[in-house]
T-cell receptor, first 115, second 112 residues
Framework: ETGVTQSPTHLIKTRGQQVTLRCSSQSGHNTVSWYQQALGQGPQFIFQYYREEENGRGNFPPRFSGLQFPNYSSELNVNALELDDSALYLC??????????????FGPGTRLLVL | QQPVQSPQAVILREGEDAVINCSSSKALYSVHWYRQKHGEAPVFLMILLKGGEQKGHEKISASFNEKKQQSSLYLTASQLSYSGTYFCGTEGGGGSQGNLIFGKGTKLSVKP
Protein backbone atom coordinates (compact mmCIF):
# COMPACT_ATOMS: atom_id res chain seq x y z
CA GLU A 1 0.00 0.00 0.00
CA THR A 2 1.17 3.48 -0.88
CA GLY A 3 -0.60 5.54 1.77
CA VAL A 4 -2.50 7.47 -0.89
CA THR A 5 -6.24 7.34 -0.30
CA GLN A 6 -9.12 8.32 -2.55
CA SER A 7 -12.84 8.73 -2.01
CA PRO A 8 -15.32 7.62 -2.97
CA THR A 9 -14.31 4.26 -4.45
CA HIS A 10 -17.25 4.12 -6.83
CA LEU A 11 -19.70 6.71 -8.09
CA ILE A 12 -22.65 6.74 -10.47
CA LYS A 13 -23.82 10.04 -11.97
CA THR A 14 -26.01 11.14 -14.85
CA ARG A 15 -25.09 13.35 -17.77
CA GLY A 16 -24.91 17.04 -16.93
CA GLN A 17 -24.27 16.51 -13.23
CA GLN A 18 -21.17 17.60 -11.34
CA VAL A 19 -18.80 15.43 -9.33
CA THR A 20 -16.04 15.97 -6.77
CA LEU A 21 -13.37 13.36 -6.16
CA ARG A 22 -10.97 13.51 -3.24
CA CYS A 23 -7.40 12.43 -2.67
CA SER A 24 -5.18 12.39 0.40
CA SER A 25 -1.50 12.31 -0.42
CA GLN A 26 1.12 10.11 1.19
CA SER A 27 2.76 11.53 4.29
CA GLY A 28 5.67 13.80 3.35
CA HIS A 29 4.47 14.36 -0.22
CA ASN A 30 3.62 17.84 -1.47
CA THR A 31 2.55 17.19 -5.06
CA VAL A 32 -0.62 15.57 -6.36
CA SER A 33 -1.27 14.53 -9.96
CA TRP A 34 -4.62 13.41 -11.37
CA TYR A 35 -5.09 10.91 -14.17
CA GLN A 36 -8.05 9.51 -16.10
CA GLN A 37 -7.83 5.87 -17.14
CA ALA A 38 -10.36 4.54 -19.62
CA LEU A 39 -10.87 0.80 -19.86
CA GLY A 40 -7.93 -0.89 -21.61
CA GLN A 41 -5.90 2.32 -21.84
CA GLY A 42 -2.99 3.85 -19.98
CA PRO A 43 -3.57 6.66 -17.47
CA GLN A 44 -3.99 10.08 -19.10
CA PHE A 45 -2.58 13.10 -17.32
CA ILE A 46 -5.23 15.64 -16.29
CA PHE A 47 -3.24 18.09 -14.15
CA GLN A 48 -0.81 18.38 -11.28
CA TYR A 49 -0.90 20.51 -8.15
CA TYR A 50 2.13 21.71 -6.25
CA ARG A 51 1.98 24.13 -3.34
CA GLU A 52 -1.73 24.67 -3.96
CA GLU A 53 -1.23 25.80 -7.56
CA GLU A 54 -1.80 24.04 -10.84
CA ASN A 55 1.54 22.96 -12.24
CA GLY A 56 0.90 21.55 -15.68
CA ARG A 57 -2.25 20.41 -17.43
CA GLY A 58 -3.01 17.74 -19.99
CA ASN A 59 -5.47 17.90 -22.87
CA PHE A 60 -8.64 18.21 -20.80
CA PRO A 61 -11.34 20.91 -21.08
CA PRO A 62 -11.84 23.60 -18.40
CA ARG A 63 -14.80 21.72 -16.92
CA PHE A 64 -12.11 19.58 -15.28
CA SER A 65 -10.78 21.64 -12.39
CA GLY A 66 -8.96 20.99 -9.17
CA LEU A 67 -7.78 22.24 -5.84
CA GLN A 68 -4.97 21.48 -3.47
CA PHE A 69 -5.27 22.28 0.21
CA PRO A 70 -2.59 23.36 2.72
CA ASN A 71 -2.33 19.76 3.97
CA TYR A 72 -1.56 18.73 0.34
CA SER A 73 -4.78 16.80 -0.11
CA SER A 74 -6.57 17.51 -3.37
CA GLU A 75 -9.92 17.55 -5.13
CA LEU A 76 -10.84 16.94 -8.74
CA ASN A 77 -14.07 18.55 -9.91
CA VAL A 78 -15.80 17.71 -13.15
CA ASN A 79 -18.76 19.81 -14.32
CA ALA A 80 -21.38 19.01 -16.96
CA LEU A 81 -20.56 15.30 -16.97
CA GLU A 82 -20.52 13.49 -20.30
CA LEU A 83 -20.81 9.77 -21.01
CA ASP A 84 -17.14 9.68 -22.07
CA ASP A 85 -16.13 10.83 -18.60
CA SER A 86 -16.82 7.31 -17.36
CA ALA A 87 -13.41 6.02 -16.26
CA LEU A 88 -11.11 5.21 -13.37
CA TYR A 89 -9.75 8.43 -11.86
CA LEU A 90 -6.39 8.02 -10.24
CA CYS A 91 -4.47 10.42 -8.09
CA UNK A 92 -0.76 10.06 -7.49
CA UNK A 93 1.31 11.80 -4.87
CA UNK A 94 4.99 12.63 -5.02
CA UNK A 95 7.62 14.78 -3.39
CA UNK A 96 8.99 17.64 -5.45
CA UNK A 97 12.76 17.52 -5.31
CA UNK A 98 14.66 19.94 -7.49
CA UNK A 99 16.75 18.20 -10.11
CA UNK A 100 15.54 14.73 -9.29
CA UNK A 101 12.90 12.49 -10.76
CA UNK A 102 9.63 12.36 -8.88
CA UNK A 103 8.31 8.94 -8.10
CA UNK A 104 4.54 9.05 -8.22
CA UNK A 105 2.58 6.68 -5.99
CA PHE A 106 -0.96 5.96 -7.04
CA GLY A 107 -4.05 5.72 -4.91
CA PRO A 108 -6.66 2.98 -5.45
CA GLY A 109 -8.75 5.19 -7.73
CA THR A 110 -12.38 6.26 -8.01
CA ARG A 111 -14.44 4.47 -10.61
CA LEU A 112 -16.94 6.90 -12.14
CA LEU A 113 -19.87 5.76 -14.25
CA VAL A 114 -21.87 8.39 -16.12
CA LEU A 115 -25.30 7.29 -17.34
CA GLN B 1 3.74 12.50 -27.91
CA GLN B 2 2.44 9.35 -26.25
CA PRO B 3 5.27 6.81 -25.93
CA VAL B 4 4.93 3.64 -27.96
CA GLN B 5 5.17 0.33 -26.12
CA SER B 6 5.96 -3.02 -27.66
CA PRO B 7 4.87 -5.72 -27.70
CA GLN B 8 1.19 -5.07 -26.95
CA ALA B 9 0.86 -8.45 -25.27
CA VAL B 10 3.07 -11.37 -24.35
CA ILE B 11 2.42 -14.81 -22.90
CA LEU B 12 5.16 -16.56 -20.94
CA ARG B 13 5.64 -19.80 -19.08
CA GLU B 14 6.96 -19.52 -15.54
CA GLY B 15 10.73 -19.11 -15.60
CA GLU B 16 10.88 -17.52 -19.06
CA ASP B 17 12.27 -14.06 -19.77
CA ALA B 18 10.62 -11.06 -21.43
CA VAL B 19 11.57 -7.60 -22.66
CA ILE B 20 9.14 -4.69 -22.91
CA ASN B 21 10.15 -1.65 -24.91
CA CYS B 22 9.10 1.99 -24.65
CA SER B 23 9.96 4.58 -27.31
CA SER B 24 9.35 8.29 -27.41
CA SER B 25 9.59 10.85 -30.23
CA LYS B 26 10.64 13.62 -27.84
CA ALA B 27 13.60 14.23 -25.55
CA LEU B 28 13.05 12.64 -22.17
CA TYR B 29 14.04 13.60 -18.65
CA SER B 30 13.02 10.31 -17.10
CA VAL B 31 11.10 7.10 -17.65
CA HIS B 32 8.85 5.54 -15.00
CA TRP B 33 7.70 1.92 -15.08
CA TYR B 34 4.53 0.63 -13.44
CA ARG B 35 2.66 -2.66 -13.25
CA GLN B 36 -1.12 -2.73 -12.95
CA LYS B 37 -3.16 -5.79 -12.10
CA HIS B 38 -6.79 -6.01 -13.13
CA GLY B 39 -8.99 -3.78 -11.01
CA GLU B 40 -6.07 -2.32 -9.07
CA ALA B 41 -4.01 0.87 -9.17
CA PRO B 42 -0.66 1.01 -10.97
CA VAL B 43 2.24 -0.03 -8.74
CA PHE B 44 5.58 1.74 -9.09
CA LEU B 45 8.47 -0.47 -10.25
CA MET B 46 11.34 1.90 -10.98
CA ILE B 47 12.37 5.28 -12.32
CA LEU B 48 15.26 5.94 -14.69
CA LEU B 49 16.74 9.39 -15.11
CA LYS B 50 18.52 10.54 -18.25
CA GLY B 51 22.11 9.35 -18.31
CA GLY B 52 21.61 5.84 -19.69
CA GLU B 53 21.61 4.16 -16.32
CA GLN B 54 20.33 0.71 -15.70
CA LYS B 55 18.42 -0.20 -12.59
CA GLY B 56 17.36 -3.43 -11.00
CA HIS B 57 14.59 -4.55 -8.70
CA GLU B 58 14.72 -8.24 -7.76
CA LYS B 59 14.55 -10.02 -11.14
CA ILE B 60 13.19 -6.97 -12.93
CA SER B 61 15.60 -4.44 -14.39
CA ALA B 62 15.43 -1.59 -16.86
CA SER B 63 17.64 0.53 -19.07
CA PHE B 64 17.28 4.00 -20.53
CA ASN B 65 18.98 5.03 -23.76
CA GLU B 66 18.77 8.81 -23.73
CA LYS B 67 20.08 9.25 -27.28
CA LYS B 68 17.49 6.89 -28.74
CA GLN B 69 14.79 8.08 -26.32
CA GLN B 70 14.04 4.47 -25.50
CA SER B 71 13.69 2.41 -22.38
CA SER B 72 13.45 -1.34 -21.95
CA LEU B 73 12.12 -3.35 -19.03
CA TYR B 74 13.67 -6.78 -18.53
CA LEU B 75 11.84 -9.52 -16.64
CA THR B 76 13.93 -12.61 -15.94
CA ALA B 77 12.82 -15.99 -14.65
CA SER B 78 9.22 -14.77 -14.64
CA GLN B 79 6.87 -15.68 -11.82
CA LEU B 80 3.08 -15.97 -11.82
CA SER B 81 2.97 -12.75 -9.78
CA TYR B 82 4.51 -10.84 -12.72
CA SER B 83 1.24 -11.07 -14.65
CA GLY B 84 -0.39 -7.72 -15.30
CA THR B 85 -0.21 -4.75 -17.62
CA TYR B 86 3.06 -2.85 -17.69
CA PHE B 87 3.05 0.87 -18.43
CA CYS B 88 5.92 3.19 -19.12
CA GLY B 89 5.41 6.83 -18.22
CA THR B 90 7.68 9.40 -19.81
CA GLU B 91 8.60 12.78 -18.46
CA GLY B 92 10.02 15.66 -20.47
CA GLY B 93 12.21 18.33 -18.95
CA GLY B 94 11.51 21.98 -18.25
CA GLY B 95 7.92 22.93 -17.56
CA SER B 96 6.60 19.44 -18.16
CA GLN B 97 8.65 17.93 -15.38
CA GLY B 98 6.50 15.78 -13.16
CA ASN B 99 3.79 15.37 -15.81
CA LEU B 100 3.83 11.73 -16.89
CA ILE B 101 2.64 10.64 -20.32
CA PHE B 102 1.83 6.93 -20.31
CA GLY B 103 1.95 4.42 -23.14
CA LYS B 104 -0.96 2.13 -23.90
CA GLY B 105 0.57 -0.71 -21.91
CA THR B 106 1.90 -4.21 -22.47
CA LYS B 107 -0.22 -7.05 -21.14
CA LEU B 108 1.94 -9.81 -19.69
CA SER B 109 0.46 -13.21 -18.84
CA VAL B 110 2.60 -15.78 -17.04
CA LYS B 111 1.28 -19.33 -17.16
CA PRO B 112 2.31 -22.23 -14.88
Amino acid sequence: ETGVTQSPTHLIKTRGQQVTLRCSSQSGHNTVSWYQQALGQGPQFIFQYYREEENGRGNFPPRFSGLQFPNYSSELNVNALELDDSALYLCASSSRLAGDGETQYFGPGTRLLVL
Amino acid sequence: QQPVQSPQAVILREGEDAVINCSSSKALYSVHWYRQKHGEAPVFLMILLKGGEQKGHEKISASFNEKKQQSSLYLTASQLSYSGTYFCGTEGGGGSQGNLIFGKGTKLSVKP
